[in-house]
């Protein structure tokens, strides 16, 4: 990570009252993402939350470890537009936490796996295997971690009835860009049209 | 040399071995001493926290923090009290925040204290743990009158923490500082300098920075390997830029590097706690409004991390609005760190299984949840 960048962010974890604005991070320039959306640090603990279609996901893994980011956690979340993947990156240099969503269907939901750049993601990869039954395409060892090697079933599966719509879980914060397909936070946009919502 | 060969022989350290502290067991593949390769299974104490989250309010779910991690239960009180007040914005009152400081450095130098005795127990010296014991004793005598337990406590509140302090326990916290202050010597004599221990953890177990970025090590296992990133620093939180500390690091990156880096932070941790108790204002210990047990909490995501005992805990939450949490992810830093032990284990000696497992300082109560 350049050293100015750091600076900044540096900067902002030191005076937590100004308004938490960094530069855009020239990572993000060579992601492939169907929205780029840019959070406040303060109040959800998120600068950057990227929407990726599955199979540009370990792109933006090797962008992001070139960046000098690790991986915190794997984690999924069900709701009624399918199921998430999501993937938490943090910077050594201070308050960057960027997360990467990637919707996947609830009918057969395959994923590559990016236990080639993280390694750690190996066993993070099958605990969410374990709990959601998401299949993660060459990952080397797709064994139950947590639980029993002889259940099938999954326990944070939600019932149909149970599930919410993803505009009411996920907040996108302010949209920077923004693929014309991608229309969960549809409502959102309204709002935000002068943001540039701009395909690519 | 690979596995299923003649010369090779698999043997199971664990669930049942005494240097694995619960349950956990490494499936070893051996060419004579010789670690080829060490497969850790885990999932022998796994109760699904992120399940019952689902099925109880906000509040109702903190005493399950305390159980994730037994030894640094007020760590995970404090990741998910923290990400309670970043998401509905609650603000904490002055006096509360230094009650927390104070019992989380505590909580962290009983942690590390058990982590010291049992690491050298398993490296064959009985008499420190007895040593490391009668300390810590001293620490659950000072949290027992005013958290209510002594091993998983459930101290804090979104608002606030349970119970105010008494100037009797600032007092005593302060003649514990002093006397904790004088043991150190005696830990570094006793242990420290020791020739024999120094064998067993010089040069074994040396970790790049390459490996702790590729699995997310963090806590003393990444500053172990001389990366200064501690989340009081790096993400601050609560009142922790107002005291003068060090991050300690080492750069050899071997076991003994972690070892030094927690007894440094034993000096560390006793330097907040003694600013803390110093410092302290009067005022409420939790806000008016604190939520109740039926609670709902606002819409939204939110990340909270705190700098536990042993790295970086981290909740994400998500809530829908309802009555329950509708998602909880809990990031256990034993998890992450624990996950490497494949590849560092590789072509040590038996013997030096047992040594890195130690440094790692493993509770497997954390990373099953």
Avoid at chain 2, 221 to 246: Q, T
Avoid at chain 2, 248 to 255: I, S
């Amino acid at each position: 990570m350049p050293s100015n960048e750091s600076e900044i962010i540096n900067e902002n974890a030191r005076n937590p009252n100004r308004r938490q604005r960094p530069m855009t991070p020239e990572w993000t320039d060579r992601l492939k993402t169907l929205c780029k959306c840019r959070h406040n640090f303060q109040k959800t603990g998120i600068t950057w939350g990227l929407f990726l279609s599955p199979d540009t996901l370990v792109d933006a893994a090797r962008c992001l470890f070139q960046a000098g980011f690790f991986l915190e956690d794997i984690s999924a979340l069900d709701s009624a537009n399918g199921f998430v993947a999501v993937y938490h990156l943090s910077a050594y240099s201070g308050a960057d936490r960027v997360a990467f969503y990637v919707i996947l269907p609830h009918d057969d939901p395959q994923i590559p796996s990016i236990s080639a750049v993280y390694s750690g993601a190996l066993w993070h990869e099958r605990e969410t295997m374990d709990f959601f039954g998401i299949h993660f395409t060459g990952h080397p060892d797709p064994k139950p971690l947590l639980l029993p090697e002889d259940m099938t079933d999954h326990p944070l599966i939600k019932e149909d009835k149970n599930r919410a719509p993803l505009k009411d879980l996920l907040d996108p914060g302010e949209i920077v860009e923004r693929d014309p397909d991608f229309l969960f936070f549809e409502e959102v946009d309204s709002s935000t049209e002068e943001m540039t919502p701009e395909g690519q | 040399m690979t596995e299923g060969d003649e010369q090779t022989l698999i043997i199971n350290m664990g669930p049942q071995h005494p240097s694995t502290h619960g349950v956990l067991r490494v499936v070893l593949v051996l060419d004579g001493e010789y670690i080829v390769s060490a497969t850790p299974v885990i999932g022998y104490l796994h109760r699904m926290h992120e399940k019952m989250a689902e099925i109880r309010t906000c509040v109702q779910y903190m005493p399950n923090m305390g159980r994730v991690d037994y030894l640094n239960p007020l760590g995970w009180n404090w990741a998910w009290v923290g990400a309670l007040e970043r998401l509905a914005g609650i603000e904490v009152p002055e006096r509360a925040e230094f009650i927390r400081v104070i019992t989380g450095e505590l909580n962290r130098i009983s942690s590390h204290l058990v982590w010291f005795g049992a690491y050298i127990l398993d490296l064959g010296a009985f008499t420190p743990i007895m040593y490391a014991f009668e300390d810590r004793e001293k620490i659950l005598d000072l949290l027992q009158p005013i958290s209510g337990s002594r091993l998983t406590y459930s101290f804090f509140r979104p608002g606030g923490v349970a119970n105010d302090v008494t100037d009797a326990f600032l007092k005593d916290t302060l003649a514990f500082v002093k006397y904790m202050r004088d043991r150190l010597p005696m830990y570094r004599d006793l242990v420290t300098d020791n020739i024999i221990f120094r064998k067993r953890c010089e040069g074994v177990g040396v970790l790049s920075l390459e490996m702790c970025q590729k699995y997310g090590a963090t806590g003393p296992v990444l500053r172990g390997s001389n990366r200064p990133y501690d989340i009081r620093r790096a993400e601050p939180y609560s009142i922790y830029d107002r005291f003068d500390y060090e991050i300690p690091v080492d750069e050899k990156g071997d076991a003994m590097g972690r070892y030094r880096v927690r007894m440094a932070e034993l000096a560390e941790s006793l330097k907040i706690i003694e600013q803390a108790v110093n410092q302290i204002p009067e005022g409420d210990h939790i806000v008016k409004k604190a939520p109740k047990p039926r609670w709902k909490a606002p819409k939204g995501e939110v990340y909270f991390a705190v700098e536990g005992a042993r790295g970086k805990i981290g909740v994400y939450l998500i809530s829908n609005g309802g009555n329950h949490p509708y998602r909880v992810k809990l990031r256990s830093p034993g998890f992450s760190n624990l996950s490497l032990f494949g590849e560092l284990a590789k072509g040590h000696l038996l013997q030096d299984a047992v040594s890195i497992l130690g440094s790692l300082d493993l509770v497997i109560p954390e990373i099953d949840r």
